[in-house]
């Protein structure tokens, strides 16, 4: 299986600053990578799919790059409602595979 | 609008066997591969299964296999998840999710709902 590892685990920011979370996987999935915001106690949402298309309805301040195994996603100007645990997941393969989670706090 | 809603969860003991089902509405359900993903308690999201819009293909991660089964009911827009031979790591929040078209290949979570609780405990 494709391991994926997100870095940080976590990192503290305030409203308004740009936030980077970076995405590895442990062999090439060309550009079959997919971001996705958790909050908790709610339904998981997808934020970017194909590593930079943005999914309808999300705000433009989310945005994503990379192919092969290095993607970062990127948080242009934090606001209070983007305090959530990020995702990022492989869909290069069966069976598909999460990176273990950035959790993104005040 | 897309809705998907999960039932079946609750607690089981080890060995025990539950089935869980996706009610889905505000789509053509057969165009859509579906997938169950599942969160254990203080873990990240594990994808466990998949299947295609037709149902004649289903994929499972290593972890469950032989023991979970995915299916359809296309008449009824209804997916399930037959878990047997429960054990206590297969405990977590189960998620049923829809993807962007009806194959399972390259795809995305595009929706998920709102989850439901198994607990495998003695």
């Known amino acids: 299986d494709i391991q994926m590892t997100q870095s940080p685990s976590s990192l503290s920011a305030s409203v308004g600053d740009r936030v980077t979370i970076t995405c590895r996987a442990s062999q090439s999935i060309s550009s079959f990578l997919n971001w996705y915001q958790h909050k908790p106690g709610k339904a998981p949402k997808l934020l970017i799919y194909a590593a930079s298309s943005l999914q309808s309805a999300v705000p433009s301040r989310f945005s994503g790059s990379g192919s092969g195994t290095d993607f970062t996603l990127t948080i242009s100007s934090l606001q209070p409602e983007d305090f959530a645990t990020y995702f990022c997941q492989q869909s290069y393969t069966i069976p598909r595979t999460f990176g273990q989670g950035t959790k993104v706090e005040i | 609008e897309v809705q998907l809603l999960e039932s079946g969860g609750e607690l089981v003991k080890p060995g025990g066997s539950l089935r869980l089902s996706c009610a889905a509405s505000?789509?053509?359900?057969?165009?859509?591969?579906m997938s169950w993903v599942r969160q254990a308690p203080g873990k990240g999201l594990e994808w466990v299964s998949g299947?295609?819009?037709?149902?004649?293909?289903?994929y499972y991660v290593d972890s469950v296999k032989g023991r979970f089964t995915v299916s359809r009911d296309n008449s009824n827009n209804t997916l399930f998840l037959q878990m047997n031979s429960l054990r206590v790591e297969d405990t977590a929040v189960y998620y049923c999710t829809r993807d962007f078209y009806k194959g399972h290949s390259y795809g995305y979570e595009q929706y998920w709902g709102q989850g439901t609780l198994v607990t495998v405990s003695s």
């Open positions: 505000g789509f053509s359900f057969s165009n859509y591969a």
């Open positions: 299947i295609r819009g037709s149902g004649d293909s289903t």
